[in-house]
């Protein structure tokens, strides 16, 4: 498995796209409209966009942006993570959260989310995101802020 940060869609988003539609989902549908059209690149302060590839697939996209349901610069939200149906018991979701939290870590203090379903409640539960309920926000978790890295 190799996970990149990348500063534009990768080959293999429209996969991507189609699955997750087709499951009911259309958030990379999203995504790719807002990054398209500038709306949002993932660029802001703190924000990244990671892809995740087995074989050279492209099997997973998800990032963090400054959350734009909270006026705190202190607070990331996880946004638009998806990973195709057959990666999905293969840590590939774990592993793209770990780097957002890692990145996410250099720049904020808490990471927020909203989720609807059921499994995805369960999955960011088992990576210790505490429920919240609110409007715009079903998870939370603490960040311990790191040093900014060359890298990050």
């Known amino acids: 498995m190799n996970i990149e940060k990348v500063t534009a869609l990768p080959d ?3 996969k991507l796209a189609t699955e997750s539609t087709v499951q009911g989902f259309r958030f990379v549908e999203r995504l790719i ?4 059209q500038g709306k949002n690149r993932f660029d802001g302060d703190g924000e990244a966009l990671f892809a995740a590839y087995l074989d050279g697939e492209l099997v997973g996209i998800g990032g963090v942006n400054q959350d734009p349901y909270r006026c705190n610069a202190d607070i ?3 946004r638009r993570l998806y990973v195709m149906n057959h990666a999905r018991s293969l840590g590939v979701g774990k592993a793209l959260m770990q780097e957002i939290e890692q990145h996410a870590s250099q720049y904020f203090d808490e990471l927020q989310l909203f989720t609807d379903t059921s499994a995805a409640a369960n999955f960011y539960s088992a990576l210790g995101y505490s429920p919240v309920g609110l409007e715009n926000i079903s998870h939370q978790k603490a960040l311990v802020k ?3 890295t060359a890298s990050g």
């Open 12 to 14: 293999g988003i429209s």
């Open 76 to 78: 990331g939200r996880v």
């Open 146 to 148: 790191q040093p900014i």
């Open 33 to 36: 409209s807002e990054f398209t």
